[in-house]
């Protein structure tokens, strides 16, 4: 039962922890440009909310597509997350090459999530072979 809340709680915790981060660059940089890099790094009026329900509407996907609480090998649900979420932090990586410190940490984050699934992908894989071959 622990591991199964903990499996479950892992991606919502690290929302909360973006959703602070965020938070906390926004006061720290506030609108306007830099006098080092003028027109880049820029945080815009609106970029906190929207990256608040950006981040949540996929934290709630990413929920619906694993399915952490369920029992059953993740390996197939993390490989379709991944081949999801992966092409969408790709996309997001150059759209936001200059973007300000709030969607940047958001990049950040979706990158952590990929690498994620990544490994989430590959041990789940080589334990089910690996249970698969012991059994037989």
Not at 34 to 61: C, F, K, Q, R
């Amino acid at each position: 039962m622990p591991m199964t809340l903990l499996r479950t709680a892992l991606l919502p915790l690290s929302w909360v922890a973006l959703f602070a981060n965020m938070t906390w660059l926004r006061y720290m940089r506030p609108f306007g440009r830099s006098a080092e890099h003028p027109g880049y790094g820029e945080n815009h009026p609106g970029d906190l909310p929207m990256a608040y329900a950006i981040s949540a509407t996929e934290v709630a996907i990413l929920l619906a597509i694993t399915r952490p609480w369920s029992r059953d090998p993740i390996w197939r649900r993390a490989l379709a997350a991944l081949l999801l979420f992966g092409p969408w932090t790709v996309v997001w990586i150059a759209a936001g090459m200059h973007a300000g410190s709030i969607e940047s940490a958001h990049v950040l984050w979706r990158l952590a999530i990929t690498l994620g699934l990544i490994v989430t992908v590959l041990v789940s894989m080589i334990r089910h072979v690996y249970y698969r071959v012991t059994a037989a």
